[in-house]
């Protein structure tokens, strides 16, 4: 295993030509799918609607990755100016809009995600009050979630739901600036509060002493005590699954933008140690940290990507050289610019590699990611999404 050497970013050149690359993806993907959905991750190596649930027409706007997809859209628009990809983007509003409205597949801590790159963004870019109404609604059904005496917000499924009651996940942390927002927002404080107490949790029991996260933990749901951590989609237990890592490297550092709150600074910077100090020679992390050069294990350039956006959310010379040198490995061997048969943006990604789904594919956070990595790069005065 190798810790990243300092070495600057990728140079203007390398990055504009893929910011180009992903772009010409991009608009060819808004001809394919227009307002509807792609799956959350490619078949062999392309993108088909996502199958609609329930009799539902495919492409319909249900799970939890959806709005990466509207998300690139404002991306792209960011990145050139052209009015088609607010056209494009703005389309997806009413969508949004209605699933928190019917209540449709909302029961799950993702609102955060699904929200914030939907809604928040559109509401801030174009002061559409569509946007803002679904954003807030969806941060006070988030309210709902909320599982006291622990102060988690619980992850998955009906809240009575025994095997899910008391748990929560690392992904969560990128799913609090929804209610951060929605404080500022509305300027009620319940939001804010609800979210720093959910970190706080995070902080003390996902983070474990030796700087490796969890992915799933649980609370006791009637003392709030804490009980014990698990994984769902890492090689076990103990391990450090990659993706896990890497959104607590972004996660803890924008909850400490929201808050100020030191420790959140250190999680992020502990976190962010450890993810590289466990990379291979290229950079570009295998599924499991467990993994190193030799373990013939996956890739998951979808963490990298991740990672990348967190580094530079951190800032300083040495986490943003690290994320220069994992953005010009994405760049030369992951991206799809030779690779036209492709309608992702990044190969060689994981979603779940113990239960097999979409292992060694495209993945829609991963683009999206990618392309906020390359946003980040190529755009200084970018204005942050989350």
Same mark, same amino acid.
């Given at each position: 295993?190798?810790?990243?050497?300092?070495?600057?970013?990728?140079?203007?050149?390398?990055?504009?030509?893929?910011?180009?690359?992903?772009?010409?993806?991009?608009?060819?993907?808004?001809?394919?799918?227009?307002?509807?959905?792609?799956?959350?991750?490619?078949?062999?190596?392309?993108?088909?609607?996502?199958?609609?649930?329930?009799?539902?027409?495919?492409?319909?706007?249900?799970?939890?990755?959806?709005?990466?997809?509207?998300?690139?859209?404002?991306?792209?628009?960011?990145?050139?100016?052209?009015?088609?990809?607010?056209?494009?983007?703005?389309?997806?509003?009413?969508?949004?809009?209605?699933?928190?409205?019917?209540?449709?597949?909302?029961?799950? /801590?993702?609102?955060?995600?699904?929200?914030?790159?939907?809604?928040?963004?559109?509401?801030? @870019?174009?002061?559409?009050?569509?946007?803002?109404?679904?954003?807030?609604?969806?941060?006070? /059904?988030?309210?709902?979630?909320?599982?006291?005496?622990?102060?988690?917000?619980?992850?998955?499924?009906?809240?009575?739901?025994?095997?899910?009651?008391?748990?929560?996940?690392?992904?969560?942390?990128?799913?609090?600036?929804?209610?951060?927002?929605?404080?500022?927002?509305?300027?009620?404080?319940?939001?804010?509060?609800?979210?720093?107490?959910?970190?706080?949790?995070?902080?003390?029991?996902?983070?474990?002493?030796?700087?490796?996260?969890?992915?799933?933990?649980?609370?006791?749901?009637?003392?709030?005590?804490?009980?014990?951590?698990?994984?769902?989609?890492?090689?076990?237990?103990?391990?450090?699954?990659?993706?896990?890592?890497?959104?607590?490297?972004?996660?803890?550092?924008?909850?400490?933008?929201?808050?100020?709150?030191?420790?959140?600074?250190?999680?992020?910077?502990?976190?962010?140690?450890?993810?590289?100090?466990?990379?291979?020679?290229?950079?570009?992390?295998?599924?499991?940290?467990?993994?190193?050069?030799?373990?013939?294990?996956? @890739?998951?350039?979808?963490?990298?990507?991740?990672?990348?956006?967190?580094?530079?959310?951190?800032?300083?010379?040495?986490?943003?050289?690290?994320?220069?040198?994992?953005?010009?490995?994405?760049?030369?061997?992951?991206?799809?610019?030779?690779?036209?048969?492709?309608?992702?943006?990044?190969?060689?990604?994981?979603?779940?590699?113990?239960?097999?789904?979409?292992?060694?594919?495209?993945?829609?956070?991963?683009?999206?990611?990618?392309?906020?990595?390359?946003?980040?790069?190529?755009?200084?005065?970018?204005?942050?999404?989350?």
């Amino acid at each position: 295993m190798t810790a990243i050497d300092v070495r600057p970013a990728p140079d203007a050149d390398a990055t504009e030509r893929a910011v180009a690359a992903a772009l010409r993806v991009v608009d060819a993907n808004i001809a394919e799918f227009g307002d509807r959905y792609p799956g959350d991750t490619t078949v062999h190596n392309r993108y088909h609607l996502r199958p609609g649930p329930d009799g539902l027409p495919d492409g319909t706007n249900t799970g939890w990755t959806t709005s990466f997809w509207p998300g690139m859209l404002w991306l792209a628009l960011e990145l050139t100016g052209d009015e088609r990809y607010l056209r494009a983007a703005t389309a997806h509003v009413p969508g949004f809009a209605d699933r928190i409205s019917t209540q449709s597949d909302v029961e799950t /801590h993702d609102l955060g995600f699904l929200y914030t790159l939907s809604c928040v963004v559109a509401w801030r @870019r174009t002061g559409d009050p569509k946007a803002r109404r679904a954003a807030l609604a969806a941060a006070e /059904h988030l309210l709902n979630r909320v599982l006291e005496p622990a102060g988690i917000i619980q992850a998955w499924g009906d809240m009575d739901d025994p095997d899910q009651r008391g748990r929560t996940i690392i992904d969560s942390l990128m799913n609090t600036p929804l209610l951060y927002w929605a404080g500022e927002t509305t300027g009620d404080p319940r939001y804010a509060a609800v979210a720093r107490g959910h970190v706080e949790q995070l902080r003390d029991h996902i983070l474990r002493a030796d700087d490796t996260t969890y992915h799933t933990f649980y609370w006791d749901p009637a003392t709030g005590e804490p009980l014990r951590g698990e994984t769902e989609q890492g090689s076990a237990d103990d391990s450090c699954w990659a993706r896990g890592q890497a959104w607590g490297i972004y996660g803890f550092a924008l909850n400490h933008r929201y808050t100020g709150d030191p420790s959140f600074l250190v999680a992020a910077r502990r976190c962010a140690d450890y993810f590289l100090a466990h990379l291979p020679a290229d950079r570009v992390a295998h599924w499991d940290l467990v993994f190193g050069d030799g373990s013939g294990q996956d @890739r998951d350039s979808s963490a990298a990507a991740i990672a990348v956006c967190g580094l530079l959310e951190l800032g300083g010379d040495r986490y943003r050289a690290a994320a220069g040198a994992i953005l010009e490995s994405l760049i030369a061997r992951y991206s799809t610019a030779p690779h036209p048969e492709s309608n992702a943006l990044l190969l060689h990604g994981v979603y779940d590699k113990p239960k097999g789904i979409g292992v060694d594919e495209g993945t829609l956070w991963g683009d999206y990611f990618y392309l906020e990595a390359l946003t980040r790069i190529s755009r200084p005065g970018w204005t942050n999404h989350w």
